[in-house]
T-cell receptor, first 114, second 113 residues
Framework: NAGVTQTPKFQVLKTGQSMTLQCAQDMNHNSMYWYRQDPGMGLRLIYYSASEGTTDKGEVPNGYNVSRLNKREFSLRLESAAPSQTSVYFC?????????????FGQGTRLTVV | QKEVEQNSGPLSVPEGAIASLNCTYSDRGSQSFFWYRQYSGKSPELIMFIYSNGDKEDGRFTAQLNKASQYVSLLIRDSQPSDSATYLCAVNGGANTGNQFYFGTGTSLTVIP
């Protein structure tokens, strides 16, 4: 019962490097989300995909791109990493039914940009 | 911008006491409300959700919702050291927002043995 799986768990990048964070869910949820979590800032939404084939910007999208590859997978790409993107990144998938909405989180990716 | 406000704490309570965590939200149209627990270095995990005004109890946890005051709280009875964590209040924006979850910054709770 994997739920939401994120890779990698840890990553160190140099400024200007690029990378893709991978996320996959096996719960057949339509909606998937990428958050970043910084001390004192809580969880902030970067991008989300309400359904396969659609993506939308969240609160802090600058410097990121996303791809909803299929219903299971939602990736986050940093094209040119900056120190300000040092953070913990969480992928989440959300089930939304009448009186039953819940967000399930992956284990997180700790990214350091030096 | 939909805002969710929490006291950052830290909140310290002795073992066996009641811990009270509070949250306010700005969007009066919000329909569903959640409390997540997050241990250091781990991902958030759902404790409780509540949709209707009033209280909802689950074991040692009670969520309280007052939509008129735009206020949600979480009470933890008989607090245990294992309850020491950061508690995140979240509000679901509904289908019009793509079912986005809006999170508070979290309240750090320490239960002292």
């Amino acid at each position: 019962n994997a739920g939401v799986t994120q890779t990698p768990k840890f990553q160190v990048l140099k400024t200007g490097q690029s990378m893709t964070l991978q996320c996959a869910q096996d719960m057949n949820h339509n909606s998937m989300y990428w958050y970043r979590q910084d001390p004192g800032m809580g969880l902030r939404l970067i991008y989300y995909s309400a359904s396969e084939g659609t993506t939308d910007k969240g609160e802090v999208p600058n410097g990121y791109n996303v791809s909803r590859l299929n219903k299971r997978e939602f990736s986050l790409r940093l094209e040119s990493a900056a120190p300000s993107q040092t953070s913990v990144y969480f992928c989440a998938s959300i089930v939304s039914q009448v009186m039953n909405t819940e967000a399930f989180f992956g284990q997180g990716t700790r990214l350091t940009v030096v | 911008q939909k805002e969710v406000e929490q006291n950052s704490g830290p909140l310290s309570v002795p073992e066996g006491a009641i811990a009270s965590l509070n949250c306010t939200y700005s969007d009066r149209g919000s329909q569903s409300f959640f409390w997540y627990r997050q241990y250091s270095g781990k991902s958030p995990e759902l404790i409780m959700f509540i949709y209707s005004n009033g209280d909802k109890e689950d074991g040692r946890f009670t969520a309280q919702l007052n939509k008129a005051s735009q206020y949600v709280s979480l009470l933890i009875r008989d607090s245990q050291p294992s309850d020491s964590a950061t508690y995140l209040c979240a509000v679901n924006g509904g289908a019009n927002t793509g079912n986005q979850f809006y999170f508070g910054t979290g309240t750090s709770l320490t239960v002292i043995p």
